[in-house]
């Protein structure tokens, strides 16, 4: 699957990178990171760009890998188009060779291309592909925001009839999706879940972005609690 980054990388940068992961896609690519500068949204005309792309295998031994070779091929072939360094680093599903303070940097900062699966280890953690989404209901009248609420959320009612109290309650789409809410206006939804909350914001024309974030497994579980 295609990340969303063409709303937040720059402009300068979108068509060789678009063209990078389109063809660096193969069978053999778990998932393709940019980070650096790009990512950040602070690169000029000088600035490199800085891609991490993983393997799908846990072998070590990558450089005997067809794709790392077509991939390495493209990255100069784009190089000579756009007059930009594509500055490559390669790993494994393991991301043996790489510093943990690195990993945590890409996957902190940097913005998701591509990914094959919704799920990645990380030199013994397990981290999982989230929808960050960040919305807004300023536009909506007080009727229509209470039904956003309602559908997002969930809703719990009691009604008192000859002296018994009647309960009525219904999950959320958040929580039926394994998300959470953080804030007034950000919920934290796992990857594979997110196009559900987005056709029901789009059913209620509620404005939202998602950021692509990586976290680890049991994350929401600690949110909750």
């Known amino acids: 699957m295609f990340a ?3 709303v937040v990388i720059q ?26 500068s ?3 949204g602070t690169a000029d005309n000088r600035s490199d760009i800085d891609l991490l792309v993983i393997f799908d295998t846990e072998s070590e031994d990558i450089d005997r890998l067809e794709a790392k070779n ?13 007059e930009r360094a594509l500055q490559i680093i390669f790993s494994n599903k393991r991301l043996s060779g790489l510093e943990r303070y690195f990993i945590e940097k890409v996957f902190n900062e940097g913005i998701l291309l591509y990914s094959k699966s919704p799920r990645i280890a990380v030199q013994g953690l397990e981290m999982e ?5 960040l919305y807004q209901v300023n536009n909506l009248d007080i009727k229509e925001r209470l039904k956003v609420k309602r ?18 309650e219904k999950e959320g789409l958040v929580a039926e999706v394994g998300g959470c809410r953080l804030n007034s206006g950000t919920i934290v939804i796992p990857k594979k879940n997110t196009k559900r909350i987005e056709e029901a914001l789009k059913e209620f024309r509620v404005k939202y972005k998602i950021v692509d974030i990586w976290l680890p497994d049991d994350s929401i579980i600690k949110i909750y609690d």
């Open 4 to 6: 969303e980054f063409i």
């Open 151 to 168: 559908v997002l959320f969930g809703y719990k009612t009691s009604k008192k009839v000859k002296g018994r109290v009647y309960r009525t």
């Open 38 to 40: 790009v990512a950040k």
């Open 70 to 82: 077509r991939i390495s091929e493209l990255a100069l072939s784009l190089e000579r188009e756009y």
């Open 11 to 36: 402009d300068d940068f979108k068509e060789v990178l678009f063209k990078f992961v389109r063809e660096a896609c193969v069978e053999d690519v778990a998932n393709i990171f940019v980070f650096g």
């Open 129 to 133: 592909s989230y929808g960050l989404f």
